[in-house]
């Protein structure tokens, strides 16, 4: 699962991608700078960019997978996992991801 950020007929849309991979969570910048993606993450209501970290809303996050109970479990997993490197909020809200820049 990513946070793609890319340039869409002229304007700069952040979207979730991949939701089914909850292995290698991460935001992608394709093409933009840093401000305009940062300021995408924000209009899309995703969460918001800190250096080379976004923080990602775990509500969006989850709302973009498919519902099952099998997903759900694995989604609650990721969490549990970036929880205990301490790559959460402490209200478990945003989970912090890395940034790639293309």
Known sequence: ???????????????????ENLKQLHAEFRGVDDDVAAAA???AGLGTVDGDY????AAALQAAGDSS????ARFDGML????????TSADGARV???IVRS
């Open 69 to 72: 109970a099998e997903w759900t």
């Open 1 to 19: 699962m990513y946070v793609l950020v890319a340039a869409d007929g002229g304007e700069v849309l952040a979207t979730i991608a991949d939701a």
């Open 80 to 87: 549990a996992y970036a929880a205990g490197k301490g790559w």
């Open 41 to 43: 993450i924000a209009a």
């Open 96 to 98: 912090r991801a890395h």
């Open 54 to 57: 976004a923080w990602l809303d």
